[in-house]
């Protein structure tokens, strides 16, 4: 029967193995490959920002995928985090275990070393002096201290041995630079989102997800006025003030309030020739309630405001709620005169369209926008096509449309035309639709045009002059089949302005078989051609264009245009135009601000980094040891050395030492 002390040596012997592989080499290589590669992700992918911006750059299989992974939060993702404490685990284990024998180490001067083992030395030398080795020993020691060399002397026997140590605290790098990575690791967990992962695992805080005002945002989505770290972002137009930042996380977001308010004075931007922002700072006032009057201070990107440990950054610039004013161009009636509105941006208000009470939402405004364009020479350059702004359309049901609109006109290839881009999802890029700018530089001429397809007395007395050259005077019988061929043309164009040549190829698809189709619908582009062509002269006539020539190039060039636009409005999805006339501009600053006491620790870290690098690389650890024995007449000494790093300047500096050596006492060997 075994022993007790004999049952329980297995679990005694499993410790230290348990022991040894977390303070392995390999497994800290392995985890700090790890987190570099995490780290490369976190910086290449942009961390934080919303879900819908990853789901429209990405797709919605990669989008789950990179979800499921955590990339869109790598530093507050549970695996990295898990990553950061094994390496302090690791690293710790290592100091633990490594450190006592290191200082162990530093205070030996391995006296009891043998001579046949420092004749083995690669660099050694021996002599021969006159004197008793009481006295070369001393007078070795004496010139080894002069030299920066800590002594110590043994007497065994009939022989001396004297060792010397320089840079000894060499060793105290590996200690440094390992106790650096824990306190690096420590300062970023006690920064990093671990405690509000444990606050919502144990439900004590649930991201927002609501667009809703900070005022009525619950208390589950609120962190404590003392919550140590944190880095949020806030939005603040010119003139107001906030308390409070947002904490983006995945979906949602959390409300921290600030002991203090921030109030953007200020906002000022400069912009490169093309329009490009070159950079962009604010003029802040703090109202703190512990202070006697308001401190002021100007940030720009790279230069913070530290105040009281929270460090506030120039992050950003966006629209702060500028003032529109616009024109409503009704796209389903004859009537061709604007609704005029004003609203502001970040702001809805109703509004009475032919498909019922809809919600018009101003969501953005660019005075500035930089798009690429091809020059003549066929070379890509950056081009200001100056402000436009965006808005959602949505109907009682929830559906919107989202537009864009530019405000000054564009040019394409020596034409000019109004551009507003429409789409369904925030997934799918901007369908533009392309309104052909008139003599007088506005839209007027295309909408009086639009207009007149809405206007059926009008659409009918064309259509009956187009078949009165066609059937000449009539009896009563024919004149039946002529109302009905009028009715007909009608229709057609009714049928273009809801869904453009598009709608008109579907009803011929549907109606006509297929070996007809194409000869059917030549026919009623050339019937509807000829009806919008007499609408468009009339227009024309009614303006005082002098048609007595015939039709002017660029008048028919507007016409061919108008009737591309045209088209294209039924899949428009508005009842109207909205073009924007005038705007009070307002700018909003993106400020970031963080409480991060953790970073006190890092830059520790970074000292003690700093530190362990220094004493490892610059300060190099050398041994000497001298054997001094009487022979006969004379005394021998043996001299050895070695020198952990830098092995050539070693050598260089045991040479001059066993030079000055040399010119004392007489070698023996070399």
């Given at each position: 029967?075994?022993?007790?002390?004999?049952?329980?040596?297995?679990?005694?012997?499993s410790?230290?193995?348990?022991?040894?592989?977390?303070g392995?080499?390999?497994l800290?290589?392995?985890l700090?490959?790890?987190?570099a590669?995490?780290?490369?992700?976190?910086?290449?992918?942009?961390?934080?920002?919303?879900?819908?911006?990853?789901?429209?750059?990405?797709?919605?299989?990669?989008?789950?995928?990179?979800?499921?992974?955590?990339?869109?939060?790598?530093?507050?993702?549970?695996?990295?985090?898990?990553?950061?404490?094994?390496?302090?685990?690791?690293?710790?284990?290592?100091i633990w275990?490594?450190?006592?024998?290191?200082?162990?180490?530093?205070?030996?001067f391995?006296?009891?070393?043998?001579?046949?083992?420092?004749?083995?030395?690669?660099?050694?030398?021996?002599?021969?002096?006159?004197?008793?080795?009481?006295?070369?020993?001393?007078?070795?020691?004496?010139?080894?201290?002069?030299?920066?060399?800590?002594t110590?002397?043994?007497?065994?026997g009939?022989?001396?041995?004297?060792?010397?140590?320089?840079?000894?605290?060499?060793?105290?790098?590996?200690?440094?630079?390992?106790?650096?990575?824990?306190?690096?690791?420590?300062?970023?967990?006690f920064?990093?989102?671990?405690?509000?992962?444990?606050?919502e695992?144990?439900?004590?805080?649930?991201?927002?997800?609501?667009?809703?005002?900070?005022?009525?945002?619950?208390?589950?989505?609120?962190?404590p006025?003392?919550?140590?770290?944190?880095r949020?972002s806030?939005?603040?137009?010119?003139?107001?003030?906030?308390n409070?930042?947002?904490?983006?996380?995945?979906?949602?977001?959390?409300?921290?309030?600030?002991?203090?308010s921030?109030?953007?004075k200020?906002?000022?931007?400069?912009?490169y020739?093309?329009?490009?922002p070159?950079?962009?700072?604010?003029d802040?006032v703090?109202?703190?309630?512990?202070?006697?009057?308001?401190?002021t201070?100007?940030?720009?990107?790279n230069h913070p405001?530290?105040?009281?440990?929270?460090?506030i950054?120039?992050?950003?610039?966006?629209?702060?709620?500028?003032?529109?004013?616009?024109?409503?161009?009704?796209?389903r009636?004859?009537?061709?005169?604007?609704?005029?509105?004003?609203?502001?941006?970040?702001?809805?208000?109703p509004?009475?369209?032919?498909?019922?009470?809809?919600?018009l939402?101003?969501t953005?405004?660019?005075?500035?926008?930089?798009?690429?364009?091809?020059?003549?020479?066929?070379?890509?350059?950056?081009?200001?096509f100056?402000?436009?702004?965006?808005?959602?359309?949505?109907d009682?049901?929830?559906?919107?449309?989202?537009?864009?609109?530019?405000?000054?006109?564009?040019?394409?290839?020596?034409?000019?035309?109004?551009?507003?881009?429409?789409?369904?999802s925030?997934?799918e890029?901007?369908?533009?639709?392309?309104?052909?700018?008139?003599?007088?530089?506005?839209?007027?001429?295309?909408?009086?045009?639009?207009?007149?397809?809405?206007?059926?007395r009008?659409v009918?007395?064309?259509a009956?002059?187009?078949?009165d050259?066609?059937?000449?005077?009539?009896d009563?019988?024919?004149?039946?089949?002529?109302?009905?061929?009028?009715?007909s043309?009608l229709?057609?164009?009714?049928?273009?302005?809801?869904?453009?040549?598009?709608?008109?190829?579907?009803?011929?698809?549907?109606?006509?078989?297929?070996?007809?189709r194409?000869e059917?619908?030549?026919?009623?582009?050339?019937?509807?051609?000829?009806?919008?062509g007499?609408?468009?002269?009339?227009?024309?006539?009614?303006?005082?264009?002098?048609?007595?020539q015939?039709?002017?190039?660029?008048?028919?060039?507007?016409?061919?245009?108008?009737?591309?636009?045209?088209a294209?409005?039924?899949?428009?999805?508005?009842?109207?135009f909205?073009?924007?006339?005038?705007?009070d501009?307002?700018?909003?600053?993106?400020?970031?601000?963080a409480?991060?006491?953790?970073?006190?620790?890092?830059?520790l870290?970074?000292?003690l980094?700093?530190?362990?690098?220094?004493?490892?690389?610059?300060?190099?650890?050398?041994?000497?040891?001298?054997?001094?024995?009487r022979?006969?007449?004379?005394?021998h000494?043996?001299?050895?050395?070695?020198?952990?790093?830098?092995?050539?300047?070693?050598e260089?500096?045991?040479?001059?030492?066993?030079?000055?050596?040399?010119?004392?006492?007489?070698?023996v060997?070399?």
């Amino acid at each position: 029967m075994k022993s007790s002390a004999q049952r329980s040596s297995p679990r005694r012997r499993s410790t230290p193995v348990a022991l040894e592989f977390l303070g392995s080499m390999n497994l800290a290589i392995t985890l700090l490959v790890a987190i570099a590669i995490a780290s490369v992700v976190g910086t290449v992918l942009q961390q934080n920002q919303p879900y819908q911006d990853y789901l429209i750059k990405f797709g919605p299989f990669w989008f789950e995928v990179f979800d499921t992974l955590g990339l869109y939060d790598v530093y507050g993702a549970s695996w990295f985090l898990a990553i950061l404490a094994f390496l302090v685990l690791s690293t710790s284990v290592c100091i633990w275990r490594n450190t006592p024998n290191m200082l162990r180490e530093m205070r030996q001067f391995h006296l009891n070393v043998r001579y046949n083992s420092l004749r083995a030395f690669h660099h050694k030398r021996e002599w021969e002096a006159g004197a008793e080795p009481q006295a070369l020993q001393q007078a070795l020691a004496g010139w080894l201290q002069g030299l920066g060399y800590r002594t110590r002397a043994r007497q065994d026997g009939g022989h001396y041995i004297l060792a010397a140590v320089r840079g000894r605290y060499s060793k105290l790098g590996y200690f440094f630079t390992h106790a650096a990575i824990v306190v690096i690791c420590v300062g970023a967990l006690f920064d990093s989102g671990l405690p509000l992962m444990l606050r919502e695992a144990s439900g004590q805080l649930k991201p927002e997800t609501r667009d809703i005002p900070a005022s009525e945002v619950p208390a589950i989505s609120r962190l404590p006025l003392s919550n140590p770290s944190f880095r949020g972002s806030v939005r603040i137009p010119e003139g107001s003030s906030a308390n409070i930042v947002f904490l983006q996380l995945r979906d949602g977001y959390l409300v921290q309030p600030l002991p203090f308010s921030v109030e953007v004075k200020d906002f000022r931007i400069e912009h490169y020739a093309t329009g490009q922002p070159r950079s962009f700072e604010s003029d802040l006032v703090i109202h703190d309630p512990g202070l006697d009057a308001p401190v002021t201070r100007t940030i720009a990107v790279n230069h913070p405001w530290i105040y009281k440990g929270y460090a506030i950054y120039q992050a950003s610039f966006s629209d702060g709620g500028t003032g529109l004013t616009l024109d409503a161009w009704p796209l389903r009636a004859a009537d061709i005169q604007p609704l005029r509105l004003t609203g502001k941006v970040r702001a809805s208000q109703p509004i009475d369209t032919p498909d019922g009470p809809m919600t018009l939402e101003f969501t953005d405004f660019r005075m500035f926008n930089i798009n690429p364009v091809v020059d003549e020479e066929g070379r890509e350059q950056q081009k200001n096509f100056g402000p436009n702004f965006t808005f959602r359309l949505r109907d009682a049901a929830g559906q919107a449309h989202e537009y864009e609109t530019y405000m000054l006109p564009v040019e394409f290839e020596g034409r000019r035309f109004m551009l507003s881009g429409v789409r369904t999802s925030q997934a799918e890029p901007f369908r533009y639709l392309h309104i052909p700018i008139d003599e007088a530089g506005g839209i007027e001429r295309f909408m009086r045009f639009h207009a007149m397809l809405f206007d059926d007395r009008r659409v009918l007395e064309i259509a009956r002059r187009a078949t009165d050259q066609s059937f000449g005077q009539l009896d009563e019988p024919v004149a039946v089949g002529q109302a009905q061929v009028v009715q007909s043309m009608l229709g057609l164009v009714k049928q273009f302005r809801g869904g453009g040549f598009d709608a008109i190829a579907d009803m011929v698809g549907q109606r006509v078989p297929e070996g007809r189709r194409d000869e059917v619908l030549n026919a009623y582009f050339k019937v509807l051609q000829t009806i919008l062509g007499e609408l468009y002269v009339e227009l024309l006539r009614a303006e005082g264009v002098d048609l007595s020539q015939g039709m002017r190039e660029q008048d028919a060039r507007f016409f061919d245009e108008s009737l591309t636009a045209a088209a294209a409005l039924g899949a428009y999805g508005s009842p109207f135009f909205f073009q924007l006339r005038d705007f009070d501009f307002v700018q909003a600053s993106g400020l970031q601000i963080a409480r991060a006491p953790g970073k006190n620790v890092v830059y520790l870290g970074f000292a003690l980094l700093c530190i362990g690098v220094f004493l490892m690389f610059y300060v190099p650890n050398r041994k000497l040891w001298f054997w001094i024995e009487r022979r006969g007449e004379s005394s021998h000494i043996l001299g050895a050395g070695t020198g952990h790093r830098h092995q050539r300047d070693f050598e260089r500096e045991f040479e001059t030492l066993c030079a000055q050596l040399d010119a004392r006492w007489k070698t023996v060997t070399r």
